[in-house]
């Protein structure tokens, strides 16, 4: 028994971590020795010449930047309004609150295709369209529901005794909310926010139908994906992977933290 | 120092249909210390909020220290407060949660120092000051919420439950000392408890509050000596008064084929029904061929190490009997008591109100 669940997991392990392996591999290997036969499983011919060459071809740079700075910005927008609406589903007794609240999932049921092609025209009519800013927006809208969500999760965490201990004792309503909650919230809110770079950075269809010239980096991926080489297909590829393995190598502890399981 | 006073206070909640505190006036002298004590659901703790400025009320107005606070919020009223979660700060330590109140008075460092450590001294938790509350039990953290209230020398300290989460033995204890605390630094106090031998051991004085309203008011022992209605008498003293209705007769009071005497102030209650009450230690047992009194059967006898509370049927129903531990009874026992007529309590049967 206990070796057939050792031998599952092994077996889950290897499904997601062989192509991981496989494209990082090709992606730091001389472009010649992916062409050999057989090909060679351990890295024996090691190069930064595909991912430099990929690093340098048109609009990979660009990408990566407009990439960057859309993820940020979405970042901070979606926090700037899905922190003080994840705190009014927690403490407050509103009417229509659970409407809302499945509202806010609903927002996510509409594929991003039907929202792009309408949203394209309004921003081509606003001057939107084709900027990180009209970007922004759409992947703030994606990820404001689960930013809500969680974060009303963690402010539900915090006994709503503390906030007024810190307000009997001088704080004013603002103060006890940046002195005594976003303390404690605080790792909650940084997994949220990473969960909504990964979601930003990982958007490719709105990214691709909403701008021409700037596009996110996975856009413009996607774009010259059909007429590149092989190894450049990899180099994207690892570009791609890596935000995500960081993401999950620091959010970890955060998100077991956030789901209330004390594994380590 | 201040004194509070509360003015007509009212407050429905928006979920309820009932007001949860209906016109409450009350006076807290400067330096006193007074118990709202009731059972759950009676005001008590809104009333206690609405002062500590966490609650708005619907009508009515709350002074301190001669300063009409109703409209300011919590921060501005010069008071301090301990929760009955505790609610200290879990992402601080010892140190940092004592001092937040300083910290947010901006007082300087070296007095910042003084102050946190006096407080932290008067309820020994000078060797915990570096600690995380993770780190400390209940009693401790209890001890940290309280150093914080006084860290900050407010005018008014405010107690909402305090000892509830603490186990028997550490309620007892701690109980004493927050008593000698609280009457070194002179504060007036007020302090919300359900449980009638807190608020018996500690106040200056004793709120019992029913349904929004202050049902009576008084020193601790004439609160419990003379109940103002049948509903205090049944709520304060372990165990409660007794209580059973007899029917006044040129004199004396008649139940079945028993009677008590009576005083000539029920003179103008002559054949009609009355309630009367009495405390289970006034009652007194008469043993041997003695022909005075009422007679009884004993049902149960409980020793409680100090004395026996025996539980009596006589023609007036149940009675509570307190009496001194030499006593040797069984159930089944026949005995002979005597209700005093300086102890009896009498109320109206309909209204439970004390008759004057």
């Known amino acids: 028994m206990k070796l057939k669940v050792q031998l599952a997991c092994a077996a889950i392990t290897l499904f997601m971590g062989a192509p991981l392996y496989l494209i990082t591999l090709a992606a730091l290997s001389s472009r010649r020795s992916l062409n050999e036969f057989p090909l060679s499983l351990l890295p024996t011919s090691l190069s930064g010449e595909t991912m430099s060459t990929f690093l340098q071809s048109t609009g990979i740079l660009g990408g990566l930047l407009n990439s960057l700075t859309i993820g940020l910005s979405t970042v901070a927008l979606s926090l700037l309004i899905g922190l003080p609406a994840g705190y009014a589903m927690a403490r407050y007794a509103f009417k229509g609150r659970d409407p809302y609240q499945l509202a806010l999932l609903l927002t996510r049921a509409l594929p991003i295709v039907v929202l792009s092609v309408p949203l394209a025209r309004i921003f081509l009519d606003t001057g939107l369209y084709d900027t990180t800013y009209g970007v922004t927006l759409l992947h703030t809208a994606l990820a404001l529901p689960t930013t809500i969500l969680i974060t009303s999760a963690i402010f539900l965490g915090v006994s709503r005794e503390q906030e007024e201990a810190a307000m009997i004792f001088g704080a004013s309503p603002l103060a006890a909310f940046a002195r005594v909650v976003v303390p404690q919230a605080l790792p909650g809110i940084a997994a949220s926010a990473m969960f909504t770079f990964v979601l930003s950075w990982n958007e490719v269809l709105g990214a691709s139908i909403l701008t021409l010239n700037r596009r996110t980096l996975p856009a413009q991926v996607l774009a010259t994906l059909a007429d590149s080489p092989l190894a450049f297909r990899f180099a994207g590829g690892l570009a791609l992977v890596v935000p995500a393995l960081i993401f999950i190598a620091v959010a970890r502890r955060y998100l077991l933290n956030m789901w209330g399981t004390t594994l380590r | ?356």
């Open chain 2, 1 to 356: 120092m201040a004194g509070v006073t509360v003015t007509n206070l009212v407050k429905t909640y928006p979920s309820g249909n009932r007001r949860a505190t209906d016109d409450i006036s009350l006076d807290v002298a400067d330096g006193e210390f007074l118990v709202l004590v009731g059972p759950s659901g009676c005001g008590k703790t809104t009333l206690l909020r609405m002062v500590a400025g966490l609650e708005t009320p619907d009508g009515g107005t709350v002074t301190i220290g001669g300063r009409d606070v109703t409209r300011l919020p919590a921060r501005e009223r010069g008071l301090s407060m301990v929760f009955q979660s505790y609610a200290i700060f879990p992402h601080l330590k010892v140190r940092q949660n004592i001092g937040f109140g300083l910290t947010m008075q901006k007082v300087p460092k070296p007095e910042w120092n003084t102050r946190v450590e006096r407080a932290a001294e008067l309820l020994d938790l000078t060797d915990y000051l570096d600690r995380h509350p993770a780190q400390l039990s209940g009693g401790q953290r209890q001890r940290v919420a309280v150093a914080r209230a006084i860290a900050v020398d407010a005018d008014v300290l405010l107690m909402d439950e305090p000892l509830s989460n603490l186990d028997a033995l550490l309620r007892l204890q701690f109980r004493a000392e927050l008593k000698k605390i609280v009457a070194r630094l002179g504060t007036t106090t007020l302090y919300v408890t359900h449980d009638q031998a807190e608020a018996m051991s500690l106040g200056d004085r004793v709120a019992v509050m029913r349904d929004g309203r202050i049902a009576q008011i008084g020193a601790p022992m004439d609160v419990y000596d003379r109940p103002g209605e049948r509903f205090v008498g049944g709520f304060l003293g372990a165990p409660p008064m007794n209580f059973f209705t007899a029917t006044v007769h040129q004199g004396s009071l008649v139940v079945d084929d028993q009677s008590v005497p009576a005083p000539a102030s029920l003179a103008s209650w002559n054949d009609k029904k009355i309630l009367a009450g009495i405390r289970a230690e006034n009652i007194t047992i008469t043993q041997g061929q003695a022909q005075e009194g009422v007679e009884a059967e004993v049902e149960v006898a409980e020793p409680t190490g100090s004395a026996i509370l025996l539980t009596v049927r006589w023609a007036g129903g149940e009675l509570k009997v307190q009496t001194g531990p030499g006593l040797r009874v069984a159930p089944g026992d026949r005995l002979r008591l005597e209700l005093p007529a300086a102890a009896l309590r009498f109320y109206d049967p309909e209204t439970g109100l004390v008759l004057a």
